[in-house]
């Protein structure tokens, strides 16, 4: 994946909507991680302050170099390194999170499984990956999305127990999410032929990341006191449903 595509979440307001749905997953991330902590997938590192203080070590890994000065913190360590292989010992962290990012995983099952081998006993692995079913078109950076089923089932090969919560919009995130579902849906009328689900997802990048601007931009332009006003307030943590935007699962070695 690039580090330039909009997967990478950036902090302005034109991306607010997906920036605080991201910081929503830390903050509940918070009263369930402890002592020697690991994060897969660093990002543009926006979630290491809320998560540093409450851990006595986290180890961020990512297969970007990220551009926070890590020397701030005195308690983080970042790894370049590229996954699902881990390259740490059994038994090395007592939690793991992974914040959107199994959905890019070509061999799913290899990450969970590296996962469960690095965590202690009686240790948790925090993930989040969008809802399937909320989903406004296929994301050709994903190689796969789940339904809430898939994955608890998914996770249950390699966890002894797996709680299984949704992420879901307030008003405020349900007001932008309908309009851009209505955008989405304006653009998909062109394409006629299905080609988003025939052509092969990596030739189809360019033209995603393209629109998903356009679109946000446009949105953005067009009444902006939606997303820029946004918090993390606007997203609520409940039992897993189909109408919830991401999945927010945790499982217990």
Known sequence: ?????????????????????????????????????????????????????????????????????????????????????????????????????????????????????????????????????????RNPWHVREYTSEELNHLMLNYFSSVDTKGVFCGEKAFEYYLENKKNVNRIMRFDIFNLQYRLPRKSLQWIFDFLNDRNRKKMHKENNSISANMTPEDYFLKEVADDCIDLFYVGTK
Request: charged letters at 25%.
């Open 1 to 137: 994946m690039s580090n330039h595509t909009a997967e990478r979440v950036s902090v302005n307001e034109i991306n607010n909507y997906v920036l605080q749905r991201s910081i929503k997953a830390y903050l509940e991330a918070k009263s369930l991680v402890k002592g020697k902590t690991l994060e897969i997938g660093t990002g543009s590192g926006y979630g290491i302050e809320i998560i540093s203080p409450v851990v006595d070590k986290l180890t961020t890994v990512d297969q970007f170099i990220c551009d926070i000065d890590f020397s701030h913190f005195n308690n983080v360590e970042f790894i370049k390194m590229t996954v699902p292989k881990l390259n740490f010992p059994d038994e090395s962290f007592d939690a793991v999170f992974s914040f959107q990012v199994i959905e890019h995983i070509e061999d799913d099952k290899e990450f969970l499984s590296e996962i469960s081998r690095v965590l202690k006993p009686g240790g948790v692995f925090i993930c989040t990956t969008p809802n399937i079913k909320t989903s406004l078109s």
